[in-house]
């Protein structure tokens, strides 16, 4: 099929933006909540949260662009 490709890269995407995503909710769940410490830890937290959100964003761009 001349369409794998283009499928294995939409896959390759989405679970890179969804993998992100989970990060990203991890980080503010540690910031906010007793997960990890009582009170939360901010310190932790906060950049997991700006590393998933970096990737849900940044990394399918940077795929597509190493790709072509």
């Known amino acids: 099929m001349a ?3 283009g499928k294995r ?3 390759i ?3 890179l933006r969804l993998s ?3 990060i990203f909710i ?3 769940a540690i910031t906010y ?3 990890v410490a009582k009170g939360g830890m901010p310190f932790l937290g906060i950049p997991m949260a700006t590393a998933g959100l970096a990737e849900a964003l940044f990394a399918p761009r ?3 662009r ?3």
């Open 62 to 64: 940077i795929v597509r």
């Open 13 to 15: 995407f989405t679970a």
């Open 9 to 11: 890269d939409f896959l």
């Open 26 to 28: 991890l980080g503010v």
């Open 66 to 68: 190493l790709k072509a």
């Open 20 to 22: 992100g995503a989970a």
């Open 3 to 5: 369409d794998d490709g």
């Open 33 to 35: 909540s007793d997960l």
